[in-house]
């Protein structure tokens, strides 16, 4: 599979593994795209694991609605829900960093019945995040989210210099310069932000939906060297699982877990996906 279609959008998609293999969803975030996972996918296809990788809306060319409601998590989830439908998966694991991470935690309360297992990269479920807010130092972490509400101006903050500052910003905060370059190009041309920028623009929409706690089982992986996301954050999670929950702090590691610590993500993905099989 290399597309699908939903909701009159068509999405890219990147497939690892055997068409027959267990399917695992695996939703990139901010500014990522599909190719954050190819490491990730690639140690797991070795095992028999398909991984479907989808640009996500705003990020895929045929998948760039106007209008941050366009953007709220439910339609982003049910996105992923089509996705899965195209692939033929009655059930499926979820594994999301960042944003991606946020609809993976939709994903896994609204539509629990669909989801076997959830494994959220640097992103805890919503509640212990914005609990972190306001009882701890994240809101200094988070302070671009607010920037990000300005109509235009993030654009064109992020092109100036052909995205050569946005670049530079990525690298600093930990991630690899071939990935920093590659989400450059991408700012350089202040019309491709917009969908990506709207996601932050449509939480606002989304601040007092109530999502309550994850029933599926649960792994929840942290980089202790995260410039966005607090320990406070991160260890705040548990309390919004009640099924089983797993959460790891990978020592040494950043944000940009999917392509800065694939060899660690990976072999953690698959002692979860291994201890739920049904």
Request: contains cysteine.
């Given at each position: 599979m290399d597309s699908y279609r939903h909701d009159g959008l068509t999405f890219d998609v990147s497939e690892s593994g055997p068409e027959e293999g267990r399917l695992v969803i695996a939703l990139h975030g901010f500014p990522?795209?599909?190719?954050?996972?190819?490491?990730?996918?690639?140690?797991?296809?070795?095992?028999?694991?398909?991984?479907?990788?989808?640009?996500?809306?705003?990020?895929?060319?045929?998948a760039r609605p106007e209008g941050r409601d366009a953007y709220r998590v439910a339609k982003l989830a049910a996105d992923v829900i089509a996705l899965a439908d195209a692939a033929?998966?009655?059930?499926?694991?979820v594994v999301g960093h960042d944003w991606g991470a946020v609809v993976a935690w939709h994903l896994a309360v609204r539509h629990a019945e669909r989801v076997r297992t959830l494994t959220a990269l640097s992103v805890p479920h919503t509640a212990a995040f914005l609990a972190a807010i306001l009882h701890s130092t994240q809101a200094l972490h988070s302070t671009y989210m607010a920037f990000f509400q300005l109509p235009r101006v993030p654009e064109r903050m992020l092109a100036v210099r052909r995205g050569a500052l946005f670049r530079s910003a990525l690298v600093r905060s930990g991630l690899d310069p071939s990935s920093a370059e590659r989400y450059a190009r991408r700012a350089a041309d202040p019309t491709s932000l917009t969908g990506p920028l709207n996601w932050y623009r449509a939480a606002v929409l989304d601040r007092r939906e109530d999502?309550?706690?994850?029933?599926?089982?649960?792994?929840?992986?942290?980089?202790?060297?995260?410039?966005?996301?607090?320990?406070?954050?991160?260890?705040?999670?548990?309390?919004?699982v009640?099924?089983?929950?797993?959460?790891?702090?990978?020592?040494?590691?950043?944000?940009?877990?999917?392509t800065g610590s694939a060899g660690d993500v990976a072999p953690l993905v698959l002692e979860h996906l291994r201890a739920y099989p049904g």
């Open positions: 990522e795209d599909r190719l954050a996972w190819k490491d990730v996918a690639g140690r797991l296809a070795d095992t028999g694991v398909r991984t479907l990788a989808p640009d996500q809306r705003g990020y895929s060319p045929g033929g998966a009655d059930r499926f694991d999502l309550g706690p994850s029933t599926v089982p649960t792994l929840f992986v942290w980089g202790a060297g995260d410039r966005f996301v607090t320990r406070a954050a991160a260890e705040r999670c548990g309390a919004h009640t099924g089983p929950y797993r959460f790891v702090a990978l020592e040494g590691a950043t944000h940009w877990l999917p």
